[in-house]
């Protein structure tokens, strides 16, 4: 005898988006920068889907997040459960709740993680269905997996083309943003570099858009590992960076961004625009490319297929093969990076970063960035790449409390480490910020030894390292890549810089 | 002196068990997180190297005087209780014990092997639980190498529990150089007698349950589920909140012990598989799609067979303040049991204190309800499963007839 | 020229001015009762007079959590609170490695550690609770009632300690309030919050570093509080002694620990320091002028572009919400025109301060209420309050009920056929004012407590005791800060033309939220205005976490006593109806007789007609023989509190006695416990635990419970089959 199950509790399951919808609706997708999110627009539009980003997400956003989701959330759930909770109200106030639902779908990655991240769309289900649009249809793209094959309904098809599209595009705007980031805090006419990176930004997006169908396959990945489509393309862009004129001589310090993936990679509210506000403040910001994560990504595939080696016998082969794949990643990133003068920062290499972690986590602990915070915290200050480390993290975050926790230990082992941990909640700003402002005035001091040290060494003073740039117009350009030879501070390193080519004119 | 002769790599092409010198070691384990439930692999695996149950040492129960004796100062990090008590039964282990410890033995717990693994998407450990022993450690050996000051050999490998295959060789990295003699070999036999250990007592305790279970079908009487975490176990994370609904006559179930006999697992389950909303018993996919984390898991699938099973007329939740990983499931949780109409009560921001107070209250009101409607509750969720319930008599006669017949006519 | 150092903080600003020569030519330390920058201003006019202040010249910086919005109007460089009281102790102390500073609403330590390059700082702030901050201990002094001069003095050495929790200031309170109504000297409970904010300080805002020698203590509370002194000597005399930290030969711990006179003035004097090295034209002094604009003007054109809408919008607004909702009153006496005669049903609800009865006819008629203020003993406190009702005319009871604290001690003693757990009184007296209610919102002191009905039965319930955000203590709090009684909360409230709009959350943030907003000149009424409107976010969604309130039904019940504040009520309606827009809501008419009331009908409806009533008997009641005992052997000993109980021995008929206990009781009487400040100290002692063990033991043989299984045998050793 059956009896009737309907009366129980079934999670959500969106309605399928079939072929014939694909061209009615709009894909909706959000939660990186604003370069990615124009590029990825880009992507998709290139294979015939409309798309569109997200606005940035707002305070108001959090508070609607945490209305209608269950309560104690980390604050990157209330944001972006919010953003999109707020965008679907306000478009079914303007062309009613019904348009709304067969207008838009909303697609996010999924993380595998065992961390709520994973579990966000519970979040997003709960707002939905709080708000009445129980029927919207929202997607999860499992990250780890490149080619998914056509999600519920076979309107959306995860493959090669969209895939590497995705990352291609990311890279770029990595690499845009590095750029972007090296130039303002030295240009002279404020306002230009913001104009140039619009322009770049607006170019890249044609680029992206006319990208040429090279199959589904390996058609795809083959074109994408040989063009030289996107570098000519990056190369066009830099000649922009070379009308701005920057100088370089302040001692500015050098802030590094690590922590949890959104916080880092958003500029807005859900970060209290620390990006720009560590500019403002006078600092160099060296922010955090998604290059990294994705890097780390597949460092962490790799570590699940080392764990076999010498259990199962075709482990060995599989990590090589993997770590191939990351060697190609890798030099496609560089690429991008020569086009633009290697001005931007390079990746670390994950397995250094692994090495530095080690005696403080470790590296199979998954969920957010893992070993990574500490990793890069030591990377950056062993190899003075940043004076200091600013660590955003989300309060309650649950994988960035951990790593804080074990930076208690790498601060005793190294206490000229500069590390400014930073509880986002959202709200609570001043708090925050006066935080980081702490750490930041220890830094300048930094700054300043730096280029003072760089004076002694070098012998030269500011007015006559201003007469020696005079000298030479080309270094002044944003496109002239300072060598950074062994100090944080660009300014130091500028001197050493200049003292090296005036030693090489006197010898010739 | 003889043993540590025997130690040394020339005495002996391989390594050689030195049973003798591990007899007389002792090792410590901080009763926290997922050692509450791995404890018996541990008991086992240890068992099987030649240390004696009796020389491992676990720490006591969390408490706060443990926090303030043991833990103070040590803290690195603020998050849930469960995490940041690791510092007091650190410190237990450290200065509190009459006879020195040798080894602290405290594994990083990556991932369970969850009854439902194979029907869910993983195992894994929540990101702060299985983190945990890296922070604890790092309040000890920031400023000084506390454990080597106290002559303590501080060992925390990284344990994949749901994967058999490497936990041997994850072990034997982390304690080669610690257990005198060991070999892989014997690692990996080791390792086996923990999971046959841990096994068997789950089985034990399942078995235990049935009997409950059995016992109110019969008399037709209610029982409490509880959905928790395994820690919630520990009297000073779970505050023993299930202990005063028993003294009012109630016997307590905890979904992780639940039985899980083929018989009764298609009872319960068998509707809503021929439905298609899910492929077995174990599978949570129609309520809990991301079903990534063991303990998680675990508890949307109490929850479920806490929604079926007519004599789980309340199901209790404890869940821990500022718990990430019970956040998401709150609404679900509720909901599915709800909807059912069993009595649900949350005891959610469980803390360092007991909220006797509040805890009273609700207990007694919990229990009014009961009493006042959990006959009704029986009824109603009777009248919607299927005939034939393995947990009364008749039925296992009825069944023991039908598979007499079943055998007479092949 | 002279460089000025200002420290707006959160409760005080404090300034110093400086001279060329680097002597302090300047100085003072005020309370600035949120507004800060009205005392600035005053400041800098009195600096201008009194010691030759002059714009244009001078250099001035600003520091604390207040300096942000003044900072800009006079010129001033701001800079980070930590950053400037570093650098006066790098200046001022260069042995120090460890500093506390404890401030009214915040507190910080800074570690200085010897590295490669000079000294690295490490510093952490409180930023999760109020615990250990000088609130927490200014709070609990108010309420206990000493005056400032006299905390000042109040010793830490010597003192017995008793358990105050360290982490909120609200729950800081209640022990205080409880540990005294034990019989605890002020003194002790004084010394006891000393020792929660060392040990808070200690616990929260060390991770893992050792506070070493030497030790400057700063701040407020640090320096005017001699036991909060003594008690971080202590504490560090333990550690330094638990770490093996040798002091210098001939040093005491006293030497080692600092309290310097300057205390107050060390973020003040580090501004200057900072100053000295800033580069021309920075900071250099504007004047007063536009601090004074901002006073005047600036802050009202600020606010409105910032501000949400008020609590009232317009005055139609508040007259149709008046003529809709009163607020509820509590009745005492005979219900008018009602005759009491006839059998009648009694509930009683014996709370911890306050008992209630109320008497309904067969019929549910309220027909006579009565109220006593609780003198500590139940018994007394019963026998007042059946005199009273018996005095009402009641004759024939036809059955009881109790409910509140005191059920259980009492039940048997009077004789009620029934006790009733407080949520399900307060659910049943809900629902005879409204027979389809769907939600209970009561909201109290220390409780929030939302009932969920569905059926008939509280389907589910929330409470909250954990969190004090969205309980009337909280609101208390804040308008007893800016001195405004609570009866006068809703009238200033509702003076508000616009408010602030403050983020729903715990109460801490909500506090530093607070902080936020007086920075940015909101007045004490638009910020009270401002927290009763975000009550309702805290109690249903934070609290109550009913994010979807229309999915629990559109009935609403309001009640308890934060209900009574008329601006909190406006607050809910607004709110819920905004939710749910076809929502009905009624407030109590008997909020606090609710739970009474309750009690009262499910006697009535445990009542089947036939058996009589239990109760003893207002002659019995009223007659009972009773003895209290308070001595050595009564003061509880579970736990450190140790609270001085007093065992209360009823003469009664039938009762069993306590042969076993140390004050032993013959047969024929009953013993009550009172003066525990938890239910713990209902159990008398190990003697009396062994008895209910005993019968506990049997019960969780007859009832398993899979858990404690575990407990037992999980870890002892490996499982075998058997």
Same mark, same amino acid.
């Not at chain 1, 590029?39 to 707002?58: D, H, M, S, W």
């Not at chain 2, 003294?247 to 899980?260: K, T």
């Given at each position: 005898?059956?009896?009737?199950?309907?009366?129980?509790?079934?999670?959500?399951?969106?309605?399928?988006?079939?072929?014939?919808?694909?061209?009615?609706?709009?894909?909706?997708?959000?939660?990186?920068?604003?370069?990615?999110?124009?590029?990825?627009? $880009?992507?998709?539009?290139?294979?015939?889907?409309?798309?569109?980003?997200?606005?940035?997400?707002?305070?108001?956003?959090?508070?609607?997040?945490?209305?209608l989701a269950d309560i104690g959330q980390c604050c990157p759930t209330s944001f972006t459960t919010g953003n999109l909770a707020n965008f679907l109200r306000s478009e079914s106030e303007r062309i009613g709740a019904e348009q709304v639902k067969d207008r838009y779908v909303y697609v996010t990655a999924g993380s595998c993680g065992a961390c709520r991240f994973g579990q966000y769309h519970q979040s997003y289900e709960l707002a939905l269905k709080n708000i009445g649009m129980e029927q919207f249809r929202m997607f999860l793209i499992d990250q780890g997996q490149p080619d998914q094959g056509a999600t519920a309904g076979g309107g959306l098809n995860i493959n090669m083309p969209l895939t590497l599209g995705t990352v291609w595009a990311l890279l770029a705007a990595d690499v845009v943003q590095g750029l972007e980031y090296r130039t303002r805090p030295y240009e002279v006419n404020a306002g230009q570099t913001d104009e140039v990176v619009r322009q770049c930004v607006d170019e890249l997006y044609e680029v992206f858009r006319n990208r040429p169908a090279k199959g589904e396959k390996w058609g795809s990945i083959v074109w994408h590992l040989s063009t030289n489509y996107f570098v000519k393309a990056l190369r066009e862009v830099f000649r922009k960076f070379e009308a701005i004129e920057v100088d370089r001589l302040?001692?500015?310090?050098?802030?590094?961004?690590?922590?949890?993936?959104?916080?880092?990679?958003?500029?807005?509210?859900?970060?209290?625009?620390?990006?720009?506000?560590?500019?403002?403040?006078?600092?160099?910001?060296?922010?955090?490319?998604?290059?990294?994560?994705?890097?780390?990504?597949?460092?962490?595939?790799?570590?699940?297929?080392?764990?076999?080696?010498?259990?199962?016998?075709?482990?060995?082969?599989?990590?090589?093969?993997?770590?191939?794949?990351?060697?190609?990643?890798?030099?496609?990133?560089?690429?991008?990076?020569?086009?633009?003068?290697?001005?931007?920062?390079?990746?670390?290499?994950?397995?250094?970063?692994?090495?530095?972690?080690?005696?403080?986590?470790?590296?199979?602990?998954?969920?957010?960035?893992?070993?990574?915070?500490?990793?890069?915290?030591?990377?950056?200050?062993?190899?003075?790449?940043?004076?200091?480390?600013?660590?955003?993290?989300?309060?309650?975050?649950?994988?960035?409390?951990?790593?804080?926790?074990?930076?208690?230990?790498?601060?005793?082992?190294?206490?000229?480490?500069?590390?400014?941990?930073?509880?986002?909640?959202?709200?609570?700003?001043?708090?925050?910020?006066?935080?980081?402002?702490?750490?930041?005035?220890?830094?300048?001091?930094?700054?300043?030894?730096?280029?003072? $040290?760089?004076?002694?060494?070098?012998?030269?003073?500011?007015?006559?390292?201003?007469?020696?740039?005079?000298?030479?117009?080309?270094?002044?350009?944003?496109?002239?890549?300072?060598?950074?030879?062994?100090?944080?501070?660009?300014?130091?390193?500028?001197?050493?810089?200049?003292?090296?080519?005036?030693?090489?004119?006197?010898?010739? | 002196?003889?043993?540590?002769?025997?130690?040394? =790599?020339?005495?002996?092409?391989?390594? @050689?068990?030195?049973?003798?010198?591990?007899?007389?070691?002792?090792?410590?384990?901080?009763?926290?997180?997922?050692?509450?439930?791995?404890?018996?692999?541990?008991?086992?695996?240890?068992?099987?190297?030649?240390?004696?149950?009796?020389?491992?040492?676990?720490?006591?129960?969390?408490?706060? %005087?443990?926090?303030?004796?043991?833990?103070?100062?040590?803290?690195?990090?603020?998050?849930?209780?469960?995490?940041?008590?690791?510092?007091?039964?650190?410190?237990?282990?450290?200065?509190?014990?009459?006879?020195?410890?040798?080894?602290?033995?405290?594994?990083?717990?990556?991932?369970?092997?969850?009854?439902?693994?194979?029907?869910?998407?993983?195992?894994?450990?929540?990101?702060?639980?299985?983190?945990?022993?890296?922070?604890?450690?790092?309040?000890?050996?920031?400023?000084?190498?506390?454990?080597?000051?106290?002559?303590?050999?501080?060992?925390?490998?990284?344990?994949?529990?749901?994967?058999?295959?490497?936990?041997?060789?994850?072990?034997?990295?982390?304690?080669?150089?610690?257990? =005198?003699?060991?070999?892989?070999? %014997?690692? @990996?036999?080791?390792?086996?007698?923990?999971?046959?250990?841990?096994?068997?007592?789950?089985? %034990?305790? @399942?078995?235990?349950?049935?009997?409950?279970?059995?016992?109110?079908?019969?008399?037709?009487?209610?029982?409490?589920?509880?959905?928790?975490?395994?820690?919630?176990?520990?009297?000073?994370?779970?505050?023993?909140?299930?202990?005063?609904?028993?003294?009012?006559?109630?016997?307590?179930?905890?979904?992780?012990?639940?039985?899980?006999?083929?018989?009764?697992?298609?009872?319960?389950?068998?509707?809503?598989?021929?439905?298609?909303?899910?492929?077995? =018993?174990?599978?949570?996919?129609?309520?809990?799609?991301?079903?990534?984390?063991?303990?998680?898991?675990?508890?949307?699938?109490?929850?479920?067979?806490?929604?079926?099973?007519?004599?789980?007329?309340?199901?209790?939740?404890?869940?821990?303040?500022?718990?990430?990983?019970?956040? =998401?499931?709150?609404?679900?949780?509720?909901?599915?049991?709800?909807?059912?109409?069993?009595?649900?009560?949350?005891?959610?921001?469980?803390?360092?204190?007991?909220?006797?107070?509040?805890?009273?209250?609700?207990?007694?009101?919990?229990?009014?309800?009961?009493?006042?409607?959990?006959? @009704?509750?029986? %009824?109603?969720?009777?009248?919607?499963?299927?005939?034939?319930?393995?947990?009364?008599?008749?039925?296992?006669?009825?069944?023991?007839?039908?598979?007499?017949?079943?055998?007479?006519?092949? | 020229?002279?460089?000025?150092?200002?420290?707006?903080?959160?409760?005080?600003?404090?300034?110093?001015?400086?001279?060329?020569?680097?002597?302090?030519?300047?100085?003072?330390?005020?309370?600035?009762?949120?507004?800060?920058?009205?005392?600035?201003?005053?400041?800098?006019?009195?600096?201008?007079?009194?010691?030759?202040?002059?714009?244009?010249?001078?250099?001035?910086?600003?520091?604390?959590?207040?300096?942000? /919005?003044?900072?800009?109007?006079?010129?001033?460089?701001?800079?980070?609170?930590?950053?400037?009281?570093?650098?006066?102790?790098?200046?001022?102390?260069?042995?120090?490695?460890?500093?506390?500073e404890i401030g009214g609403e915040d507190m910080k330590t800074i570690f200085f550690v010897d590295s490669g390059s000079g000294k690295a700082k490490q510093v952490y702030m409180q930023s999760a609770c109020s615990g250990g901050t000088g609130t927490f201990i200014e709070k609990t002094a108010r309420k206990l009632q000493i005056p400032a001069d006299q905390l000042a003095i109040m010793p830490y050495e010597g003192m017995s300690l008793h358990k105050v929790s360290s982490k909120c200031g609200i729950f800081a309170e209640a022990d205080s309030n409880s540990l005294l109504k034990s019989g605890v000297p002020v003194e002790e409970i004084i010394a006891s /919050?000393?020792?929660?904010?060392?040990?808070?300080?200690?616990?929260?805002?060390?991770?893992?570093?050792?506070?070493?020698?030497?030790?400057?203590?700063?701040?407020?509370?640090?320096?005017?509080?001699?036991?909060?002194?003594?008690?971080? *000597?202590?504490?560090?005399?333990?550690?330094?002694?638990?770490?093996?930290?040798?002091?210098?030969?001939?040093?005491?711990?006293?030497?080692?620990?600092?309290?310097?006179?300057?205390?107050?003035?060390?973020?003040?004097?580090?501004?200057?320091?900072?100053?000295?090295?800033?580069?021309? #034209?920075?900071?250099?002094?504007?004047?007063?002028?536009?601090?004074?604009?901002?006073?005047?003007?600036?802050?009202?054109?600020?606010?409105?572009?910032?501000?949400?809408?008020?609590?009232?919008?317009?005055?139609?607004?508040?007259?149709?919400?008046?003529?809709?909702?009163?607020?509820?009153?509590?009745?005492?006496?005979?219900?008018?025109? *009602?005759?009491?005669?006839?059998?009648?049903?009694? #509930?009683?609800?014996?709370?911890?301060?306050?008992?209630?009865?109320?008497?309904?006819?067969?019929?549910?008629?309220?027909?006579?209420?009565?109220?006593?203020?609780?003198?500590?003993?139940?018994?007394?406190?019963?026998?007042?309050?059946?005199?009273?009702?018996?005095?009402?005319?009641?004759?024939?009871?036809?059955?009881?009920? /109790?409910?509140?604290?005191?059920?259980?001690?009492?039940?048997?003693?009077?004789?009620?056929?029934?006790?009733?757990?407080?949520?399900?009184?307060?659910?049943?007296?809900?629902?005879?004012?409204?027979?389809?209610?769907?939600?209970?919102?009561?909201?109290?002191?220390?409780?929030?407590?939302?009932?969920?009905?569905?059926?008939?039965?509280?389907?589910?319930?929330?409470?909250?005791?954990?969190?004090?955000?969205?309980?009337?203590?909280?609101?208390?709090?804040?308008?007893?800060?800016?001195?405004?009684?609570?009866?006068?909360?809703?009238?200033?409230?509702?003076?508000?033309?616009?408010?602030?709009?403050?983020?729903?959350?715990?109460?801490?943030?909500?506090?530093?939220?607070?902080?936020?907003?007086?920075?940015?000149?909101?007045?004490?009424?638009?910020?009270?205005?401002?927290?009763?409107?975000?009550?309702?976010?805290?109690?249903?969604?934070?609290?109550?976490?009913?994010?979807?309130? *229309?999915?629990?039904?559109?009935?609403?019940?309001?009640?308890?006593?934060?209900?009574?504040?008329?601006?909190?009520?406006?607050?809910?309606?607004?709110?819920?109806?905004?939710?749910?827009?076809?929502?009905?809501?009624?407030?109590?008419?008997?909020?606090?007789?609710?739970?009474?009331?309750?009690?009262?009908?499910?006697?009535?409806?445990?009542?089947?007609?036939?058996?009589?009533?239990?109760?003893?008997?207002?002659?019995?009641?009223?007659?009972?023989?009773?003895?209290?005992?308070?001595?050595?052997?009564?003061?509880?000993?579970?736990?450190?509190?140790?609270?001085?109980?007093?065992?209360?021995?009823?003469?009664?008929?039938?009762?069993?006695?306590?042969?076993?206990?140390?004050?032993?009781?013959?047969?024929?009487?009953?013993?009550?416990?009172?003066?525990?400040?938890?239910?713990?100290? /209902?159990?008398?002692?190990?003697?009396?635990?062994?008895?209910?063990?005993?019968?506990?033991?049997?019960?969780?043989?007859?009832?398993?419970?899979?858990?404690?299984?575990?407990?037992?045998?999980?870890?002892?050793?490996?499982?075998?089959?058997?």
């Open positions: 005898m059956a009896v009737a199950t309907d009366h129980h509790y079934r999670a959500y399951t969106p309605a399928p988006l079939t072929k014939s919808d694909i061209d009615e609706v709009e894909i909706l997708f959000g939660g990186l920068h604003w370069r990615a999110e124009r590029l990825l627009q $880009a992507v998709f539009e290139n294979l015939g889907y409309n798309a569109r980003p997200l606005p940035v997400a707002t305070k108001d956003d959090l508070l609607t997040g945490r209305e302040q001692p500015k310090p050098v802030v590094k961004i690590t922590g949890e993936f959104y916080l880092q990679t958003v500029e807005g509210d859900p970060n209290y625009n620390i990006h720009r506000w560590l500019e403002a403040e006078g600092a160099e910001v060296y922010p955090a490319p998604i290059a990294v994560w994705l890097d780390y990504l597949i460092r962490f595939q790799v570590q699940s297929l080392e764990d076999y080696v010498g259990v199962d016998k075709g482990a060995r082969a599989k990590v090589a093969a993997l770590k191939s794949v990351q060697k190609v990643f890798g030099w496609t990133y560089n690429r991008m990076r020569a086009a633009f003068g290697n001005i931007p920062h390079e990746m670390p290499d994950q397995y250094e970063l692994r090495r530095l972690a080690a005696p403080y986590f470790h590296h199979k602990l998954s969920g957010g960035e893992g070993d990574m915070l500490v990793g890069k915290a030591l990377w950056t200050h062993l190899n003075k790449k940043a004076h200091m480390i600013c660590e955003l993290s989300p309060y309650s975050c649950m994988p960035n409390t951990m790593s804080i926790g074990a930076m208690a230990g790498v601060i005793g082992q190294y206490p000229d480490l500069l590390y400014a941990p930073i509880e986002v909640k959202g709200d609570a700003e001043v708090h925050a910020l006066s935080r980081c402002q702490m750490i930041l005035t220890e830094a300048k001091k930094r700054a300043i030894q730096d280029y003072v $040290a760089a004076m002694e060494t070098t012998g030269l003073s500011p007015e006559t390292a201003k007469e020696l740039l005079a000298e030479r117009p080309e270094m002044r350009r944003a496109s002239y890549r300072v060598p950074h030879r062994g100090a944080a501070a660009t300014a130091a390193n500028l001197l050493y810089d200049l003292a090296d080519m005036t030693a090489e004119r006197n010898a010739a | 002196m003889a043993k540590w002769f025997a130690r040394k =790599p020339s005495a002996a092409p391989g390594p @050689r068990p030195d049973l003798e010198a591990r007899a007389k070691l002792r090792i410590g384990i901080p009763k926290l997180l997922n050692v509450w439930t791995t404890h018996q692999f541990w008991l086992g695996f240890f068992g099987a190297l030649g240390v004696p149950n009796n020389r491992v040492v676990f720490s006591g129960d969390t408490s706060e %005087e443990q926090a303030r004796e043991f833990g103070r100062g040590r803290g690195t990090v603020d998050c849930c209780y469960p995490v940041k008590c690791g510092a007091g039964h650190y410190g237990e282990l450290v200065f509190g014990q009459k006879r020195k410890i040798d080894i602290l033995f405290s594994p990083m717990i990556y991932s369970l092997s969850s009854f439902l693994q194979g029907h869910v998407a993983d195992s894994l450990a929540c990101p702060r639980v299985m983190a945990g022993p890296e922070n604890i450690k790092a309040g000890f050996l920031k400023e000084r190498d506390v454990f080597a000051e106290n002559g303590i050999r501080y060992v925390s490998p990284l344990v994949s529990l749901a994967e058999p295959a490497i936990v041997p060789k994850q072990l034997y990295e982390a304690l080669k150089d610690v257990i =005198p003699g060991l070999s892989y070999k %014997e690692t @990996r036999a080791a390792v086996d007698e923990g999971y046959r250990t841990l096994k068997g007592f789950n089985t %034990e305790m @399942r078995a235990r349950s049935r009997e409950i279970l059995e016992w109110c079908a019969r008399e037709n009487r209610p029982c409490v589920m509880v959905l928790a975490r395994p820690y919630h176990m520990d009297a000073g994370i779970g505050h023993e909140i299930e202990v005063d609904l028993q003294a009012y006559g109630y016997p307590i179930l905890w979904m992780q012990y639940f039985p899980i006999d083929d018989d009764l697992m298609q009872w319960i389950f068998g509707p809503d598989m021929a439905a298609g909303h899910i492929k077995s =018993p174990f599978d949570i996919d129609d309520v809990w799609p991301s079903s990534y984390s063991a303990n998680t898991n675990e508890i949307l699938w109490g929850a479920k067979v806490a929604a079926r099973v007519p004599w789980i007329t309340c199901a209790i939740r404890l869940t821990s303040y500022e718990c990430g990983m019970d956040q =998401p499931t709150f609404t679900p949780v509720q909901q599915i049991i709800e909807r059912s109409h069993t009595l649900f009560f949350s005891f959610q921001e469980l803390d360092s204190t007991k909220p006797a107070g509040s805890v009273k209250i609700r207990v007694e009101t919990i229990s009014f309800y009961m009493q006042q409607s959990s006959e @009704r509750i029986i %009824e109603q969720k009777q009248a919607v499963t299927p005939p034939g319930c393995p947990l009364l008599p008749q039925a296992e006669s009825k069944l023991a007839t039908a598979k007499a017949e079943l055998a007479a006519s092949a | 020229m002279n460089i000025v150092g200002m420290d707006v903080g959160s409760t005080t600003v404090k300034a110093v001015a400086v001279d060329d020569k680097g002597e302090v030519v300047w100085r003072d330390y005020q309370r600035h009762n949120t507004k800060q920058a009205e005392k600035v201003h005053e400041f800098l006019l009195r600096m201008e007079a009194e010691c030759g202040l002059t714009r244009e010249r001078d250099l001035i910086f600003f520091t604390g959590s207040g300096a942000g /919005l003044t900072a800009p109007m006079v010129g001033a460089k701001t800079i980070q609170e930590v950053v400037a009281v570093a650098a006066a102790v790098e200046k001022f102390h260069p042995e120090v490695h460890f500093v506390s /919050l000393f020792e929660a904010v060392v040990y808070q300080n200690l616990a929260t805002l060390t991770k893992g570093n050792t506070p070493a020698p030497q030790v400057l203590l700063l701040g407020g509370p640090n320096m005017f509080f001699k036991g909060l002194q003594e008690a971080w *000597r202590h504490h560090l005399k333990n550690v330094w002694a638990d770490r093996g930290i040798e002091l210098p030969e001939g040093a005491d711990v006293a030497d080692m620990i600092l309290v310097p006179d300057e205390a107050l003035y060390y973020a003040a004097l580090g501004c200057v320091e900072i100053g000295k090295g800033e580069a021309d #034209g920075v900071g250099v002094y504007l004047g007063p002028d536009r601090v004074k604009w901002w006073v005047d003007e600036g802050q009202h054109l600020e606010k409105a572009k910032e501000g949400g809408k008020a609590l009232v919008n317009g005055t139609g607004d508040l007259e149709s919400f008046a003529s809709a909702y009163a607020a509820p009153k509590s009745c005492n006496g005979v219900a008018e025109g *009602r005759k009491i005669d006839g059998p009648v049903y009694i #509930g009683c609800d014996f709370g911890s301060t306050t008992a209630k009865a109320v008497v309904l006819s067969p019929d549910r008629e309220m027909l006579y209420t009565a109220y006593v203020q609780s003198k500590g003993n139940p018994i007394e406190d019963a026998k007042a309050l059946f005199r009273d009702i018996r005095a009402g005319g009641v004759k024939h009871v036809a059955g009881l009920a /109790l409910t509140g604290y005191g059920k259980d001690l009492l039940q048997d003693i009077i004789g009620a056929d029934l006790g009733v757990v407080e949520t399900v009184a307060h659910a049943r007296s809900a629902m005879e004012i409204f027979p389809d209610a769907d939600v209970i919102c009561d909201v109290g002191g220390t409780d929030v407590k939302i009932m969920i009905l569905r059926q008939g039965t509280v389907a589910d319930f929330r409470l909250n005791s954990q969190c004090s955000s969205g309980n009337g203590a909280f609101l208390q709090g804040v308008a007893e800060r800016y001195d405004v009684k609570l009866e006068e909360y809703a009238e200033k409230a509702f003076e508000a033309k616009a408010m602030p709009s403050l983020a729903m959350g715990c109460g801490v943030f909500l506090q530093s939220d607070i902080v936020n907003q007086q920075r940015k000149g909101w007045s004490a009424e638009e910020i009270m205005a401002s927290l009763a409107a975000v009550l309702p976010l805290n109690v249903w969604i934070y609290a109550g976490q009913l994010q979807n309130l *229309r999915s629990v039904g559109r009935r609403f019940v309001l009640q308890g006593g934060t209900h009574r504040n008329m601006a909190v009520v406006k607050a809910q309606v607004d709110f819920i109806k905004n939710k749910v827009p076809d929502a009905e809501i009624v407030i109590h008419p008997h909020s606090g007789e609710a739970g009474a009331i309750g009690a009262a009908l499910c006697a009535m409806e445990a009542a089947d007609g036939v058996a009589p009533s239990g109760f003893r008997g207002f002659d019995v009641i009223e007659h009972l023989n009773y003895r209290s005992t308070t001595s050595e052997d009564t003061i509880c000993k579970w736990c450190p509190v140790n609270c001085k109980r007093a065992f209360i021995d009823v003469e009664l008929e039938g009762a069993k006695g306590r042969s076993w206990s140390k004050i032993p009781l013959e047969e024929g009487w009953e013993r009550v416990i009172s003066g525990n400040s938890c239910p713990k100290g /209902l159990v008398e002692d190990v003697n009396e635990m062994k008895a209910v063990k005993a019968e506990m033991e049997e019960q969780r043989r007859v009832y398993p419970n899979i858990g404690e299984m575990v407990r037992e045998k999980a870890f002892r050793r490996a499982w075998a089959p058997t």
